[in-house]
C-alpha cells in the first residue's frame, strides 16, 4: 500500500524559509523510474507543480519558482525534503507530495499540509 | 511559461455525459504531453484518474476515459454519478519536464 505524508509548520513568517517533509511508504525512491513531487493549491486557485526529484537523483523545478526551491531525498528514511526560501503572503497554500512511477504519470497523492504565511 | 486552459465550470445532469476539455496555448495538445486528469473534492487528497492521455489507474472508474478531441485533451464521464461532483485538472507535461497544470473545471451535477 502507497501511503504519502507532508509534515511542516502550519504557519511562516514573511521572508523565512519554508522547508516541509513527504515521508512515504510502499515504495522506494532507489526503484527504477520512481518520482516524488511537490505541488500546491493556495486557496481558491489551481493547483501548481513545484519540484520533482527521481530515483537516480535527477532534480526538476518550476521555472517560475527554480531560484527559491530545493528538493532533496534520503532514501533510508523514505523521505523528501522541499525547501522554499523567502516565504511571502502569496505562498499561502496547501502543499502536496506526489507519487510517480513513470515519467508521465503522477498516481499517489499525500493529504497535503496547510501552510499560512503571515507576521 | 506554457498557460493550460479548462472550461471554468460544468453542469451536468445524473446520468448524464459530459466532457472536459484542456487546451495548452500556442500548439494542439498531443499524446507528446501525457496528459493526466485528477479529481479533487473538499477535505480529500486529489485522486489521480488518467494519465497518458487515456490510460486509466486501477481505482479510476470505468465512466471515466480520457482522449484527443481537436487538438485538446479530454476527460469524459458517462453516466454521471452524484459523487462526481468535484474539481478536475489536467496536466500536461512539456519538455525538460516542466508540469503545467490547467485552472480546474468545477463540475456540478444537478
Known amino acids: 500500500q502507497v501511503t504519502l505524508k507532508e509534515s511542516g509548520p502550519a504557519l511562516v513568517k514573511p521572508t523565512q524559509t519554508l522547508t516541509l517533509t513527504c515521508t512515504f511508504s510502499g515504495f522506494s525512491l532507489s526503484t527504477s523510474e520512481m518520482r516524488v513531487s511537490w505541488f500546491r493549491r493556495p486557496p481558491g486557485k489551481a493547483l501548481e507543480w513545484l519540484a520533482r526529484?527521481?530515483?537516480?537523483?535527477?532534480?526538476f523545478y518550476s521555472t517560475s519558482l527554480k531560484t527559491r526551491l530545493t528538493i532533496s531525498k534520503d532514501t533510508s528514511k523514505n523521505q523528501v525534503v522541499l525547501s522554499m526560501t523567502n516565504m511571502g503572503p502569496v505562498d499561502t497554500a496547501t502543499y502536496y507530495c506526489a507519487r510517480g512511477s513513470s515519467w508521465y504519470s503522477v498516481d499517489y497523492w499525500g493529504q497535503g499540509t496547510l501552510v499560512t504565511v503571515s507576521s | 511559461q506554457a498557460v493550460v486552459t479548462q472550461e471554468p465550470s460544468l453542469t451536468v445532469s445524473p446520468g448524464g455525459t459530459v466532457t472536459l476539455t484542456c487546451a495548452s496555448s500556442g500548439a494542439p495538445v498531443t499524446s507528446g504531453y501525457y496528459p493526466n486528469w485528477f479529481q479533487l473534492k473538499p477535505g480529500q487528497a486529489p485522486r489521480a484518474l488518467i494519465y497518458s492521455t487515456y490510460n486509466k489507474h486501477s481505482w479510476t472508474p470505468a465512466r471515466f476515459s480520457g482522449s484527443l478531441l481537436g487538438g485538446k485533451a479530454a476527460l469524459t464521464l458517462s453516466g454521471v454519478q452524484p459523487e462526481d461532483e468535484a474539481e478536475y485538472y489536467c496536466l500536461l507535461f512539456y519538455g525538460s519536464a516542466q508540469l503545467v497544470f490547467g485552472g480546474g473545471t468545477k463540475l456540478t451535477v444537478l
Open positions: 526529484i527521481d530515483w537516480d537523483d535527477d532534480t
